[in-house]
């Protein structure tokens, strides 16, 4: 995803929102991902198999957490452009 991004800023001139808005966001969205650890395949069977709701957690937090930031995102840099 972030080389087809940075091939359609630098080659089709398409700029829907600044690549660094989803660098930032990859970053900061994937802390809880490592912190628990799902890079364990037991850890990821377990949530599959609904033994454990870590992951359910985990993505309710994520979603979560990044609807909120990209809503202040969009309140204090209003002049980014969202795709239209």
């Excluded at 800023?9 to 600044?18: C, D, T």
């Excluded at 364990?40 to 937090?61: E, H, Q, S, W, Y």
């Amino acid at each position: 995803m972030l080389v087809g991004g940075v091939v359609m800023q630098l080659v089709y001139h398409i700029i829907l929102a600044p690549l660094w808005v989803g660098i930032f966001a990859g970053i900061l969205l994937s802390i809880p991902l490592e912190i628990w650890d799902f890079s364990n395949p037991d850890v990821i069977i377990k949530a599959i198999t609904l033994k454990d709701r870590l992951l359910m957690v985990c993505f309710g937090l994520v979603i979560g957490l990044g609807a909120i930031l990209l809503y202040a995102l969009n309140l204090f840099v209003p002049a980014l452009h969202w795709g239209h």
